[in-house]
């Protein structure tokens, strides 16, 4: 099955700098992943999602990249704000599964005033 | 427009106990699936339903098993707790066969197992 490898599991950055998260996935079949932010107490919420078919979608201060050849994608936040202060997790689906999401275990984000 | 609502928000059960967990999806959304999230881990998949039937499941026992009602609403339910089941469990909604909609979460039920 899908294995979806995410890090770094905390990262602390200066409010205005960027934030990069990296995952990696195993199944070269999987064709659509999301990003989700946790805040505490809070269920998930989808920030951004990308398919297979784009390598790079933007939305205000969030980006996502991918790289399909290497089996990777990545969130980039700029010009933190405390706000972004969350957990952020990828995931990665199949077409035909795409109820059945697979989760990374999560990246800590502290922004820092 | 009502997001994914879950109940309870917080439930405390013991060993061996049976709980039962609910969601109503996202308004124009039939179909739901559930999560278990335990803590420092991302959600891992439970199962999905459609149409009141289990279209999908991940790796859990048959300890773990749900139901879809005609209003696309849905139970969780663990039989015969252990101290492992506790996690925050929770439930996302999508619309059946529409690949470019993504799933919607709601806050999740944290369930404590003593």
């Known amino acids: 099955g899908e294995n979806v490898e995410q890090h770094p599991s905390t990262l602390s950055v200066q409010e205005g700098d960027s934030a990069v998260i990296k995952c990696t996935y195993s199944d070269s079949a999987s064709n659509y992943f999301p990003w989700y932010k946790q805040e505490l107490g809070k269920g998930s919420q989808l920030i951004i999602d990308?398919?297979?078919?784009?390598g790079e979608k933007k939305d205000q201060r969030i980006a996502v990249t991918l790289n399909k050849t290497a089996k990777h994608f990545s969130l980039h936040i700029t010009e933190t704000q405390p706000e972004d202060s969350a957990v952020y997790f990828c995931a990665a689906a199949l077409t035909d599964s795409w109820g059945k999401l697979q989760f990374g275990a999560g990246t800590q984000v502290v922004v820092t005033p | 427009d009502a997001g994914v609502t879950q109940s309870p928000t917080h439930l405390i059960k013991t060993r061996g106990q049976q709980v039962t967990l609910r969601c109503s999806p996202k308004s124009g959304h039939d179909t739901v699936s559930w999560y278990q999230q335990a803590l420092g881990q991302g959600p891992q998949f439970i199962f999905q339903y459609y149409e009141e039937e289990e279209r999908q499941r991940g790796n859990f026992p048959d300890r773990f098993s749900g139901h879809q009602f005609p209003n696309y609403s849905s139970e969780l339910n663990v039989n015969a707790l252990l101290l492992g089941d506790s996690a925050l469990y929770l439930c996302?909604?999508?619309?059946?066969?529409?690949?470019?909609?993504?799933?919607?979460f709601g806050d999740g039920t944290r369930l404590s197992i003593l």
């Open positions: 996302a909604s999508s619309s059946w066969g529409q690949s470019n909609q993504p799933q919607h």
């Open positions: 990308i398919r297979s078919n784009v």
